[in-house]
């Protein structure tokens, strides 16, 4: 089905931006 295709890919984006903001805050604040 597309409309779960879809949402699956919305939902592995959202985990995948949230881990590249939470690496680069630790970064800068491991610094």
Do not use: C
């Amino acid at each position: 089905d597309l409309s779960k295709v879809n949402v699956a890919f919305f939902t592995v984006n959202g985990y995948i931006s949230v881990i590249t903001f939470l690496a680069t805050f630790a970064g800068l604040f491991l610094k």
